[in-house]
């Protein structure tokens, strides 16, 4: 069974940072994309990262320069560090995977598993 497990989310002021941690079991794929998305209460999900099997990272434009996404492949977990965090950035935090594939797909409907979210609250 595949599994996926999000940790280290909280609360932090603005301007601060956190850390993500997402461990994922019980698959053997040799290629796959781990995406890390946010849903804020009332709006859609977004990508907001990517890592890939091969060690490449991707972000969106809103967080370049932010956010650094970095993986220990032999642990079996992927991290997100989060930098100068905002209010607006408040949301539930996930991490997902895309097996069989070399691609970041751009949307949460491109990944078939999906961890249980950890809360990221950002104080003004």
């Known amino acids: 069974e595949v599994q996926l497990v999000e940790s280290g989310g909280g609360l932090v002021q603005t301007g601060g940072s956190l850390t993500l941690s997402c461990a994922f079991s019980?698959?053997?794929?040799?290629?796959?994309?781990i995406g890390w998305f946010r849903q804020a209460p009332g709006k859609e999900r977004e990508g907001v990262s990517c890592i890939i099997s091969n060690g490449k990272s991707y972000y969106a434009d809103s967080v370049k320069g932010r956010f650094t996404g970095s993986s220990d492949f032999a642990r079996n977990t992927v991290y997100l560090q989060m930098n100068n965090l905002n209010a607006e950035e408040t949301a539930v935090y996930y991490c997902?995977?895309?097996?069989?594939?070399?691609?970041?797909?751009?949307?949460?409907?491109?990944?078939?598993?999906w961890g249980q979210g950890t809360q990221v609250t950002v104080s003004s």
């Open positions: 019980g698959f053997f794929f040799v290629d796959y994309a």
């Open positions: 997902a995977v895309e097996p069989y594939t070399t691609v970041c797909g751009p949307r949460a409907e491109d990944y078939d598993y």
